[in-house]
Nanobody, 123 residues
Framework: VQVRESGGRLVHAGGSLRLSCVVS????????VGWFRRPPTKERESVAR??????????YYADSVKNRFTITRDNAKGTVYLQMDSLKPEDTAIYYC???????????????WGQGTQVTVSS
C-alpha cells in the first residue's frame, strides 16, 4: 500500500487549503485514513481521521481543528481530502497522511505513511 499527500503550500491566516491523500495498492474502501501533523519543535499529533466504509466512514477531529477542518473520502478516486478553513499560524506544520486496513476510529495504529506535505500559515 502506498500513501501520497499533496496540496501543502504557504497561505495567509484566515485562508483555506485542501490537502489530498491518495492511497493505492489495496481496496481503498477497506482502509481507514488519518491526517497527522508535526508542528515545528513539537511532536506529531492527530488532526482528523475517517474510518473505512464498512464502519460508516465515521470521523474524528482534534479539538484544535473542530469546526475548521473537514475530512472526507472519495472511494471511487481512492482519495481522502482534508479541507482546512480559517487557518491560523499555529496550523503551520508538516501534514502526514496514514492508512490502515479496517482500523477503528479510536485507534492511531496506522501502518502506511506518506512523506508529508508542508503547510505554512503566515500571520
Amino acid at each position: 500500500v502506498q500513501v501520497r499527500e499533496s496540496g501543502g503550500r504557504l497561505v495567509h491566516a484566515g485562508g483555506s487549503l485542501r490537502l489530498s491523500c491518495v492511497v493505492s495498492g489495496g481496496t481503498f474502501s477497506e482502509y481507514s485514513v488519518g491526517w497527522f501533523r508535526r508542528p515545528p519543535t513539537k511532536e506529531r499529533e492527530s488532526v482528523a481521521r475517517i474510518a473505512w466504509s464498512g464502519a460508516g466512514s465515521t470521523t474524528y477531529y482534534a479539538d484544535s481543528v473542530k469546526n475548521r477542518f473537514t475530512i472526507t473520502r472519495d472511494n471511487a478516486k481512492g482519495t481522502v481530502y482534508l479541507q482546512m478553513d480559517s487557518l491560523k499560524p499555529e496550523d503551520t506544520a508538516i501534514y502526514y497522511c496514514a492508512a490502515a486496513w479496517r482500523l477503528t476510529i479510536v485507534s492511531e495504529g496506522y501502518d502506511y505513511w506518506g512523506q508529508g506535505t508542508q503547510v505554512t500559515v503566515s500571520s
